[in-house]
């Protein structure tokens, strides 16, 4: 399995942090070595996690950036709504679920959210169970400015990487001849990225960049905001 962590620093732009193979099922020990990694790398504050539902790794970002929101991603969650729903309650849901999406305020859009499972309470008990123990989770890109919104509430962006990566894995014949074959062809795509679509800001995260920077500077350094 291969581990894509992506960043957007300060500056708008979009950077590769890191990519890591692992055998066999995540864990929160696997995440707490990854995040560690990133930690020895230099990387110290984070204000958002942008991932899909992986086990263990909530844990993991409390327990080492405790000031991060974290959020997951709201395409997952309609894959998921699919697989354990019947398509009549999933067209309905996701309908609902859009509305939501659009909202502005973060906390409306929570108590609405809970509305909504809670009416297929009775039908799929323990799957609305696991829906509103993450509720929060799913709707943090409402605490950003609208302009970034559409970059943080999924995971879009990696699900386009690995795309191009089992492309890549497609065209080896179904597989890479070595663990190190594999990290080289994963380490000169991403390069390529990183030069050419990632090279300049993102126009929306820059124009929001002065109201990040201050949220940025609240979040951490607890200094007051001014206009």
């Known amino acids: 399995m291969i581990y894509l962590c992506l960043g957007i620093d300060l500056d708008g732009r979009k950077s590769l942090l890191g990519y890591y193979i692992y055998w066999g099922s995540e864990s929160r020990g696997e995440w707490l070595e990854i995040l560690n990694y990133l930690i020895k790398r230099g990387l110290k504050r984070v204000m958002l996690v942008v991932s899909d539902n992986f086990s263990g790794l909530s844990q993991a970002i409390e327990a080492l950036f405790p000031e991060a929101d974290h959020q997951l991603c709201l395409v997952h969650l309609k894959r998921n709504l699919k697989k354990n729903m019947s ?20 906390e409306k859009a929570i108590l609405r959210f809970e509305d909504l499972c ?6 799929y008990p323990a799957y609305v169970k ?22 943080i509430y999924t995971t879009n962006v990696v699900e386009n990487i690995n795309s191009r990566l ?22 000169v795509t991403l390069s390529r990225i990183e030069r050419t679509k990632w090279k300049a800001p993102m126009p929306l995260v820059k124009s929001a960049l002065y109201e990040i920077k201050q949220m940025f500077n609240v979040r951490f350094f607890k200094q007051t905001q001014f206009s």
């Open 130 to 151: 696991v829906l509103l123990t993450k509720k929060e989770r799913n709707f943090q890109y409402m605490k950003y400015p609208e302009g970034v919104r559409r970059h």
């Open 87 to 106: 398509k009549e309650d999933v067209k309905v849901f996701m309908e609902k679920l859009e509305v939501i999406r659009r909202m502005n305020d973060f």
């Open 166 to 187: 089992e492309l890549l894995r497609m065209n080896t014949a179904g597989y890479f001849q070595s663990m190190r074959t594999a990290e080289v062809e994963i380490y």
């Open 118 to 123: 809670k009416r297929y309470e009775r039908k």
